[in-house]
């Protein structure tokens, strides 16, 4: 018996995983990273940018998200197929 590890285990960090990371993590760097948007100048139809920044990033954080939960179903399913299982 050998105790060589098992070489047909996929990787644990892909570059997929990795792009998946960055989706679920821009938004907390963005949004703490203060310095950057306390300040009232450019406003938008009236609103300073402090504000509408923040909004701003409510859409991108929602369209992030959605992208980082596409791309782990499409690596599950990848990994299924690998193992020779049906996907979910």
Request: proline share 7%.
């Amino acid at each position: 018996m050998s105790n060589a590890p098992d070489t047909t285990r996929p990787a644990v960090v892909t570059p997929l995983r990795a792009v998946i990371a960055v989706c679920l993590i821009a938004p907390f760097v963005a949004l703490l990273w203060v310095g950057s948007y306390t300040k009232a100048d450019p406003a938008f139809i009236g609103i300073p940018f402090f504000y509408w920044y923040q909004m701003l990033w409510v859409l991108i954080s929602t369209v992030l998200t959605m992208t980082a939960h596409q791309l782990w179903r499409r690596d599950q399913r990848a990994r299924q197929d690998a193992k020779g299982g049906t996907a979910e």
